[in-house]
């Protein structure tokens, strides 16, 4: 299994680096794991709670893309703290490309 490194922005701007995240494991999945602030994933990763919502560095957004039709939806559910760089941290999966990865952990809804 290879890993990747991925930084969070906690709400308090303490920032947390992970360095040994797993390729295919979401970033949420990841997150949980390692017990950063704010990414409560509630849902389990269903794209269905918006509690894994996340801000993506605007220097990453190309690499890691846009939100699908239904991330989308469930995102219109926090449409008061919606940015055009807001995804849903249980539907970014891990890949070598995002090695480096950061985003900002949006705040609560
Ligand atoms: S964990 Fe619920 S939408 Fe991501």
């Known amino acids: ?53 996340v801000y993506v560095d605007p220097q990453w957004q190309e690499a890691v893309g846009p939100p699908d039709v239904l991330e989308e939806m469930t995102l219109d559910g926090v449409s008061h703290i919606l940015r055009d760089n807001s995804r849903l941290g249980c539907q970014i999966l891990l890949r070598e490309e995002l090695d480096g990865l950061r985003v900002a952990v949006a705040p609560p809804q």
């Open 1 to 53: 299994m290879n890993t990747v490194t991925v930084t969070l922005v906690q709400q308090d701007g303490v920032e947390v680096t992970i360095p040994n995240a797993p390729t295919g494991a979401s970033l949420m999945e990841v997150a949980k794991a390692n017990a950063v602030e704010g990414i409560l994933g509630e849902c389990g990763g269903a794209c269905a709670c918006a509690t894994c919502h």
